[in-house]
């Protein structure tokens, strides 16, 4: 290799790259070109393909454009990186890069105003009044006849109830069919009503988007449907009227220039009908003009946001069974054809493709449900709404990521980035025809001198003209819950995550359970020969200030009789170190089931369900289902749904985010296993900023169990004034209060931050403090009642309990940790908040904890 480790030849770059092309999955045969264009940065994706807008320019999608075919595994494409950051960089990195907002605008479709078309205003101009558009109609039927118009659209024409009115429809054209109101300005259902109940033979009304829909309920819907009695849509809905003429104009037979003159023939009409789209009509029942006789050739039908709930599952399944030639259906699943895939796939023998999916692909794939034909999720802004607030929204659809490691770490956190513009216009499909990978190409042969790629190459034979297309969630099988993490790219079908949710609660909701009754007192261990205790630890803290009589500090774990350390123990340790089943251990068997969050979680819902005290918790790797209709449920209601995501095994708050973006949210699981916790949006706050508390517990015994806490806890404040505002969000001293390890930390002694916080609130402390030690004994019971195996006779442990109020000063936990960081107890001389108020000297902590734990004292402890 050459001087400096620096890559010369194509040896060098497998030498140095060689696990990095393997871990990429990139093919063999393309090293050597990849290392060409690497070396060279050679950019030369624009010379075979192309970026084309679509969805009305709110997305891209990406062509091959050479006028050969490109063969499977036969070139290799770098792309850009557009934009790299960690997550909590990204709106100061936005905001600070001259341009960058702009470009990510433009690449993520943001940039336009969605209201405003220039194209548009020049139609404007030249487009005739309402009054313009009846005139010209009513010379046709002075010309031709009653039977010229039957089909009148007025869309769009800003006519309010009072022109409507003037306007006297029913006596210039008494023969309509049809008539279309869409996005005017009437109000008033009476009045409209009034009006339109004078035509005698109208099938279809659409008054959609217009502000009389606002009061429009049931009463005003059958009012007018009673007064016509041939009446077929009502605002694109079917009513219960509704024959083949409907569904002719739902199959595209009859519209303003075939519009059908309501003869009795149109079953006859519907022969030849082969598709047919009746998404969201709100059907009921499918009736006797919905046949096989009639309809002898439908091969494709769409059933989607129907509830057809006049018919059972089986009679929908035997109806749709005699049409022989259909061959494709869209449902929803689950839905009025049944929750499962599978059994409409096995119902309807007949059916090719169900959703989009090949039915022999339904069967052998075991989903419940199936969707294919997903829409995709479209960047919304509000009107007026800053571009980087639109990009920070977006970016979920676009963002991809990649961790660093060497030989002795990986990196706490993930690197998030933007391909350029040509990589981001590649579209997701089930069956790609390009695969991509990030990859880190070091020219010195060192990660200093990394820089990062994405790499781009065709998985299949690909022709000129086809859309290139990647696999968003490639390795990603159902075991990983793929259908469900596709929500963060598709519309996903809302019926089946809420139902979920429902049956998930509804099972917490019904869960009880015995308290658990409280301890005798468990003996000392203090030795029959009255020698101190030995003890060893790997915890400075405790070799330095442990100065209690009744213990004596030992570097050598085989003869203590206490073994006190921050690492976990588990068999193959102690077979390694010499430890035996007589020494004392400060961790009890099991105990993950408290301190690791989605354990903890799963104890409590286990054992109480869903108590006040811990807000609604899902694991995202088991539970994303559920907790995506959880999601759905809080949105349609229009509650918050602001949320934070958790690592289940990462203190001081590393990799964990507050966020409200149900993209983001699913996309988040990408950078380690998390649980995703309801936030506390709205916490109690000291002069304005939020704070957490931490409680420091000493379990004695877990059976019987037998608790204590300390007379001493400490709060922890965040350093910025307390706000929602979305770019807040990214910000670790706004939302986060652990300032130990980043940001500034303002130490506030206990008893100062309780009577400022009394003065504030008008709240008496102690009240509080009763509220909280009740939740940590149910803590700890929970885990007594789901976990008995984690009892241990030598075991005696100490655990951070880290509590937030609401604003309604109520306990909320949010999290149990092994082995606290007790640096503030060691370090500040406190006053009791309770007990007799005294001072306990810093230097005396690890003596009265040990003293607690291991020689049946209580000095500056209480019991729970």
């Known amino acids: 290799m050459a001087d400096a480790g620096t890559i010369r030849t194509f040896e060098d770059f497998l030498k140095v790259h060689g696990l990095l092309l393997a871990a990429a999955g990139i093919p063999q045969s393309l090293y050597r070109k990849l290392f060409e264009k690497l070396s060279t940065e050679t950019f030369d994706g624009g010379n075979y393909f192309l970026v084309e807008p679509v969805e009305d320019g709110r997305q891209r999608r990406l062509v091959l454009t050479t006028s050969n075919s490109m063969g499977k595994e036969s070139n290799i494409f770098l792309v850009d990186h557009a934009l790299s950051f960690r997550l909590s960089d990204a709106p100061k990195q936005l905001q600070e890069v001259p341009g960058l907002v702009e470009r990510m605008a433009s690449l993520m479709c943001v940039d336009i105003d969605l209201n405003s ?35 009148l659209e007025l869309e769009d024409l800003d006519i309010d109830d009072d022109l409507f009115v003037s306007l006297d429809l029913p006596t210039k054209f008494p023969d309509l069919i049809a008539l279309s109101l869409c996005n005017n300005k009437l109000k008033f259902t009476e009045t409209i009503t009034k009006e339109i109940v004078k035509f005698k033979h109208l099938r279809a009304l659409w008054l959609n988007n217009n502000p009389i829909l606002q009061n429009f309920d049931d009463h005003g819907a059958d009012a007018i449907i009673h007064n016509f009695p041939r009446l077929e849509i009502l605002n694109s809905s079917f009513t219960r009227k509704y024959t083949g003429w409907a569904l002719g104009f739902c199959g595209g037979i009859y519209d303003k220039d075939n519009p059908g003159c309501g003869h009795d023939d149109d079953n006859h009409s519907l022969q030849g009908l082969t598709s047919l789209d009746l998404s969201n009509r709100h059907i009921h029942s499918l009736h006797m003009g919905f046949s096989p006789d009639a309809m002898p050739s439908l091969s494709y039908l769409n059933l989607r946001g129907n509830p057809l709930d006049d018919h059972s599952v089986s009679d929908l399944h035997q109806h749709l069974k005699a049409f022989t030639s259909l061959h494709a259906i869209e449902v929803d699943i689950p839905g009025p054809l049944g929750d499962s895939a599978i059994k409409i796939a096995e119902s309807l023998p007949n059916l090719s493709l169900l959703n989009g999916v090949n039915t022999s692909k339904v069967l052998e794939s075991g989903k419940s449900v199936i969707d294919s034909m997903l829409l995709p999720r479209l960047p919304e802004w509000a009107s007026g709404e800053p571009l980087i607030d639109r990009v920070l929204n977006a970016m979920w659809l676009y963002l991809m990521s990649y961790r660093l490691s060497d030989e002795e770490k990986i990196d706490e956190t993930s690197i998030w980035y933007v391909m350029d513009e040509l990589g981001s216009a590649l579209r997701h499909s089930d069956e790609p025809n390009f695969r991509v990978s990030p990859f880190l190409y070091m020219p010195e042969g060192k990660l200093e001198s990394a820089v990062s790629f994405t790499i781009l190459w065709p998985t299949k034979n690909v022709e000129d003209g086809d859309e290139c297309t990647r696999d968003y969630l490639s390795g990603i099988g159902e075991k990983k819950q793929r259908s469900a993490r596709l929500t963060a790219w598709f519309h996903t079908p809302q019926k089946y995550f809420i139902k979920e949710y429902e049956t998930f609660w509804q099972n917490l909701r019904s869960i009880s359970c015995s308290p658990v009754n409280k301890a ?10 009255r020698c101190p205790l030995r003890v060893y630890t790997d915890i400075p803290q405790v070799e330095e200030i442990l100065t209690h009589p009744g213990f004596i500090i030992t570097s050598e774990p085989k003869e203590a009789d206490i073994i006190w350390t921050s690492m976990q123990v588990d068999e193959e340790m102690k077979k390694a170190v010499g430890l035996n089943d007589r020494q004392c251990m400060n961790q009890f068997p099991f105990e993950a089931c408290l301190v690791m969050k989605h ?22 790797e088991t539970q994303l289902t559920q907790f995506i209709g959880d999601y759905y449920v809080r949105e349609n209601k229009g509650d918050d749904n602001l949320w934070i995501l958790k690592p289940w095994n990462m203190a001081r708050t590393i990799d964990t985010t507050v966020t409200g973006n149900l993209s983001a949210i699913i996309r988040l699981m990408e950078t380690g296993p998390k649980i995703c916790q309801k936030y506390i949006e709205s916490p109690a706050l000291f002069k304005g900023k939020k704070f957490d508390l931490r409680y420091i517990v000493l379990v004695r015994s877990m059976n019987p169990l037998e608790l204590f806490i300390t007379n001493i806890f400490w709060v922890r404040l965040a350093n910025n004034t307390y706000t929602l505002d979305k770019k807040s969000l990214f910000e670790y001293e706004t939302h986060f209060t652990v300032m130990n390890y980043r940001g500034k930390l303002n130490h506030m002694n206990t008893p100062e931050f309780v009577k400022e916080f009394e003065q504030e609130h008008q709240v008496e402390w102690l009240e509080i403090h009763s509220r909280i030690k009740q939740m940590i004994r149910m803590v700890f019971e929970s885990a007594t009642l789901v976990h008995p195996e984690m009892h241990s006779t030598m075991s005696r442990a100490m655990y951070g309990v880290d509590v937030m109020l609401d604003r309604s000063f109520k306990p909320k936990l949010l999290e149990v940790t092994y082995c606290p960081d007790c640096t503030r107890a060691c370090k500040y001389d406190m006053e009791a908040i309770t007990g007799g108020g005294e001072i306990i000297k810093a230097k005396d902590f690890y003596n009265y904890v040990f003293g607690c734990l291991f020689l049946d004292e209580t000095t500056h402890v209480s019991a729970l």
Do not use: C, M
């Open 599 to 620: 354990h903890l979680a799963d104890t409590v819902q286990k054992a109480y369900g869903s108590p006040e005290w811990f807000q609604p918790t899902y694991n995202l």
């Open 520 to 529: 005798s007192r468990t003996g000392s261990l203090a030795r029959s020969d």
């Open 117 to 151: 078309d220039d194209e548009d205003a020049d139609k404007e101009d030249i487009k005739l009044t309402a009054v313009e558009i009846v005139e010209r109609e009513l010379e046709k039927v002075k010309k031709e006849g009653p039977g010229a118009v039957v089909w």
